[in-house]
């Protein structure tokens, strides 16, 4: 099985390696106000290929960091309950995804 995927990625190498050749004309990328830029095709698609990648990973950064905020702030209520501390409020702090709910938000 660990053959057949290097089997798959040689082939696809391949095939971009063959896309790559065959799309080496200049091309001419024109912006506003008269800017003018010139390049090979493959190298503008990789390019923006690129872009749309870091694009992609700098719009999901966002979830990430809330998602580890919230379970940041869940593990120090389950520790804290562990501990039998109570919140400010004299409640004990239960996570509240532990009754299939959202945690409130700090404001």
Known sequence: ??????ILKFVLFVL??????KNTDPVTVRYYFGGEWSA??????LLVFCAGIGLGLAAGLAQLFRQRRE????RRALQ?????ERAPD????????AAGERPERPA
């Open 80 to 84: 804290a309950s562990a501990r039998g």
């Open 16 to 21: 971009v390696l063959a896309f790559a050749v």
């Open 1 to 6: 099985m660990h053959y057949l995927g290097w």
């Open 71 to 74: 379970l940041s702030a869940l």
């Open 40 to 45: 090979p095709l493959i190298f503008v698609l």
């Open 90 to 97: 004299g409640k004990l702090p239960v996570p509240a995804t």
